[in-house]
């Protein structure tokens, strides 16, 4: 007996073949057999269609219900590149304005960055769901409210919290950690992680060492990256009572100061070391841990200066810069992912003027500038203590501050990720 495919081709050629061979007298006597058989052929095409389309529907319908997938969408490429989320944990500076600040990041870089926020109380976010297994197929920013026993000075505890929780219920490939006073630019956030792999360790983003911190470690306040493998192996580490990872055997100091903690464990006990992330390019950075001004002008703290000193021995020596800031336009990497101390009313603000240009990249030099001094806070409550304002109409500066603007605009692009 012949094989089933087989046969079906062949009763296919068989009704293709009446078609043509049918003429003259004997097309009125076959006629009634031949619209028989066509029509008995189109019926079974039919049925097989319809079982493939519910087939197809039984399958996307178990994905959106249980997250599971079949083996062949398993190995089908990804189009929209690496899971991710961003948590936002609550910043040390002004807590009692978070709730607008959690509001303003939901009107401009929230969606894009996929924000999770990291609450104490309802009332800093009310309208947010909270993270579940299925985080990634809606809309964000979404919110990971902190049990009553974790309390606001709890640092440590809060953040380990945070990563187990985003490990088990969401487990993207990479999570981006900022605080609410950080200003993110999706899209290069993306481009960002597009070029590392989840399983492989990462802990990256501005380096930095103190001459009183043990290990070099990334900026909290600019942000940092962890790939799965590295969340991982952390929450493992912490877990185990006899490890140096394990808060309860750290020094009072460190369990003060999270970060710290586990820039420490990553180096010591994990082997996972502080990267050079600039820009390949221009060596400029990609991570900034001050505003756009404040950046721009290179006009920071000096503890912040100091702390890229020792970088030449710790990243490998840079025979140009020595891993120094640049002032200008050097400043900033195209691809810049984040600004810091950006509070709620210059957050607005950055965003509608990047918005503006990237929708309209032809404005020159000067409407940009006005653009800006129209936008742009000036009282220091909605600018922020740490933010500096725009300088004078005719400050030096401008130039330089246009040219960042119009070079990382591409930041707020839809996201391909």
Known sequence: MPPTGVRKRRSTSSAVAILHAESGDDKNENSSSLLTRMLALVFSFACIALVIKNGTRRRDDLHRTTGMTSPAAKTEPSTRGPSFVTVVLPS???????PLRLKNIEKTWGPEARAVFVVHENIEFPQGAEIDSGSL???FPQVLKLPSDIKVDQGVERLLYSIRTVSETVNPSFIFFTNDHTFVLPNHLCRFLQKRD?????????????????????????????????????????????????????????????????????????NVQVEDTRDGEDLSHVYHAYGLVRTVSAKVDQWYVNNHAPLDGILGVDAKYHHRLQQGEACCSENTVSFHYVESGESIAFWKVLQAVLQKPIMNDKEIQTLMEGVWPRDREKLGFYAHGLPGPNDTLWPALV???????????????
């Open 198 to 270: 989840a399983s492989k360790d990462a802990y990256v983003g501005h380096a930095l060492k103190g001459k009183g911190t043990p290990v070099a470690f990334n900026s909290g306040a600019a942000g940092y990256v962890l790939s799965r493998q590295t969340y991982m192996r952390l929450i493992r580490e912490m877990d185990d009572p006899k490890s140096e990872c394990s808060p309860s055997n750290a020094s009072k100091w460190l369990q003060g100061n999270p970060g710290i903690l586990t820039a420490t464990c990553f180096s010591k006990v994990l």
């Open 92 to 98: 040390v500076v002004k807590p009692e304005a978070r």
């Open 403 to 417: 040219k960042v603007v119009r070079k990382i605009a591409s930041g707020v692009a839809t996201s391909t990720c």
């Open 137 to 139: 197929s809606r809309t």
